[in-house]
């Protein structure tokens, strides 16, 4: 039960991701706000998703 709420750093980012690609802004950004608070995640792939984010929808995800 525990890894559905907080599922390890890949899966936040593969979600991100997916959500980015799905168009759906509301889910990326709730993914995305997961993504910045998370710690463990490389500060490349957090600009990267950021950066898709706003490409995908000309904002920035927080």
């Known amino acids: 039960m525990a890894t559905c709420l907080n599922p390890p750093p890949p899966v936040l ?3 991100g991701f997916y ?3 799905a168009h759906d802004e509301v889910n990326a950004r709730k993914w995305m706000q997961r993504i910045k608070d998370q710690p463990r995640i490389m500060s490349k ?3 990267e998703l950021e950066a898709a984010f706003y490409q995908q929808f000309g904002s920035k995800p927080y």
């Open 13 to 15: 980012t593969v979600l």
């Open 19 to 21: 959500y980015i690609n």
């Open 45 to 47: 792939e957090r600009t």
